[in-house]
């Protein structure tokens, strides 16, 4: 496995498991304080109190552009030559 195959593996595995964080959070709620939701300049308060992200943002913005970015990440994956090892050859 060469290196780069291994960095975009890394990267499939950490894209399933925001998506998969940002259907739990869809679900039930979970995963409110996750730092993939946090905001990139001020967090909203009110109260007091620091709001999760909306679930509007994480359905119509969140959910999209990582499950595009993995499926781009896939496609760059299959796309990466197979590269085949020189076997032993009997002279």
């Not at 959070?25 to 967090?43: C, M, N, Q």
């Amino acid at each position: 496995m060469t290196l780069k195959e291994k960095d975009l593996l890394d990267r499939i595995k950490t894209l399933e498991e925001a998506v998969a964080k940002g259907r739990e959070y869809l679900e039930s709620g979970a995963h409110a304080d996750w730092t993939g939701f946090r905001p990139i300049f001020v967090k909203k308060v009110r109260d007091g109190k620091v709001l999760p992200p909306h679930p509007d943002w994480v359905k119509n913005v969140f959910l999209p552009n990582h499950e595009k970015a993995l499926r781009e990440a896939e496609r760059l994956l299959e796309k990466l030559p197979q590269q085949k090892k020189p076997g032993w050859v009997a002279p």
